[in-house]
């Protein structure tokens, strides 16, 4: 009588696509629970219960263990608490950059390619003659064949310096970046979730950085009452606060990073949905959040002229549109002699990538 033969099990289209469609919706509620596994499964759960996402052949059973087979859950051998794993916080940089950017290739060597000639990756069209210094693989061989023939004939061929030709190519440049997200507690208020997009997009500039200009630096800091830096893998968690804005902090910081920065392009960018509303004054604070506070405004406005002496351009995404805030952005701007954007949560990835690639040519001395 022939047993049971037991095989490796090897899963189906359909438990793939389960996997798929629940993983989607998983990685989401991990944002919404500030990275607690458990709490996003207990989500998860209720959803499949109202809404039948798993199904017969695949169901949450399946789907947690697979998260734990495929590296995405970590679970803690004395207390069996689940986390996040490094594989999911990559994973899901690379869903926002997908959501926020489109599908973008890996670059090469990932520096940014700027209109002037020099040192660099990627050949363009000019050529001119050789000289002392220029690099051998930068010599267009075909060319100086061809130069070869002509200066010496075919029937005694030799090839003279004269005769090389080099085909030059654009210059690449490495650019340092400080994004200041905004965490003060009215970028959940008025019914409006603003803090997520802004999440989204940073995490897709991250992602956009460590793939296609791993040469960049970026450097991610938050400020509320205070200001302070954080990692990537923070990103996906990050929380508002019971806070009021210190722009003034944040801005701060931020120069102190660019100025250990060896890149010669340096930038920040600020997104935010307010005005500066606070600053630290010893062990307190000096906090007004109506109107136009000048003292607050004022300290703001000098770090934004510093900034400016330092060659360090601000562009500042304003979530907002009143008209009040508008008065101090322009103020603002025109200090820095920076940029800023008034858009919608839809829009702020369009216009902080494009901004990112415009920036790339500048201040390339």
């Not at 005769?163 to 400080?178: G, M």
């Not at 400020?223 to 990537?232: H, K, S």
């Not at 601000?314 to 952005?329: C, E, G, N």
């Amino acid at each position: 009588m022939r047993g049971h033969i037991f095989s490796k099990f090897i899963p189906g289209p359909e438990d793939e696509k389960g996997f798929e469609q629940l993983m989607n919706l998983f990685l989401q509620l991990l944002q919404y629970t500030n990275g607690d596994v458990a709490e996003a499964l207990d989500w998860l759960t209720q959803l499949d219960e109202q809404h039948k996402l798993s199904s017969d052949a695949y169901g949450m059973g399946n789907f947690i263990q697979d998260l734990k087979d495929k590296g995405y859950i970590k679970e803690n051998p004395l207390d069996g608490t689940l986390s996040p794993s490094s594989k999911t916080n990559q994973t899901i940089r690379k869903n926002s950059l997908e959501e926020v950017f489109g599908k973008l290739k890996k670059g090469g060597k990932g520096n940014h390619a700027t209109s002037k000639v020099g040192p660099g990756d990627e050949l363009n069209s000019d050529s001119r003659k050789f000289s002392f210094g220029d690099s051998l693989d930068q010599i267009d061989i075909t060319a100086s064949i061809h130069n070869a023939q002509v200066n010496h004939g075919i029937e005694d061929f030799k090839l003279s310096e004269d005769d090389l030709e080099i085909r030059e190519k654009d210059l690449k440049t490495q650019t340092s970046t400080v994004l200041m997200i905004d965490i003060s507690h009215s970028m959940i208020l008025y019914g409006e979730d603003r803090i997520t997009p802004a999440k989204k997009v940073a995490m897709a500039l991250a992602e956009l950085i460590k793939t296609r200009y791993p040469k960049d630096t970026l450097d991610i800091i938050v400020f509320g009452n205070d200001a302070w830096p954080i990692e990537v893998k923070d990103l996906p968690y990050l929380q508002v606060g019971p806070y009021h804005t210190n722009t003034y902090a944040g801005l701060e910081l931020a120069l102190d990073i660019l100025r250990k920065r060896k890149n010669i392009n340096k930038q920040i960018f600020m997104i935010t949905d307010g005005k500066p509303t606070c600053l630290k004054e010893g062990t307190g604070y000096y906090q007004n959040s109506f109107g136009l506070d000048r003292k607050i405004i004022n300290k703001t406005l000098t770090m934004a002229a510093q900034a400016r002496r330092l060659n360090i351009s601000i562009t500042t995404f304003m979530i907002a549109s009143d008209p009040y805030l508008q008065k101090f952005v322009r103020e603002f701007t025109e200090t820095n002699k920076g940029k800023a954007y008034y858009s919608n949560l839809n829009g702020l990835g369009d216009f902080i990538f494009e901004d990112f690639e415009k920036n790339r040519k500048k201040n390339i001395r």
